[in-house]
């Protein structure tokens, strides 16, 4: 009928919300994020890339924010918990 395709609608856009929003904090996390900039200020020592380790940290803490906005299973809730309690 009209409403389960409407709702299986809902749920297809959902799904693809929290798939794009993880491929973002996936990118926040990896080189030219978090690790890039801890790894630069190990090696140099400058100032500047603890304060973009610290940027990025904060925007990783947001998407972990904007991630738990989503219907999630326990398991997937359970592993944001993990990262951001």
Do not use: D
Request: charged share 20%.
């Amino acid at each position: 009928t009209n409403l389960e395709y409407l709702s299986m609608r809902e749920q297809i856009k959902s799904q693809i919300e929290l798939i794009k929003q993880t491929k973002e904090l996936t990118a926040l996390l990896g080189y030219g994020g978090v690790i890039h900039h801890f790894k630069n200020y190990l090696l140099r020592g400058e100032p500047e890339y603890v304060e973009l380790f610290n940027n990025s940290i904060q925007q990783v803490e947001t998407k972990l924010l904007q991630l738990r906005q989503h219907s999630l299973t326990a398991e997937q809730q359970s592993a944001i918990n993990l990262l951001y309690p």
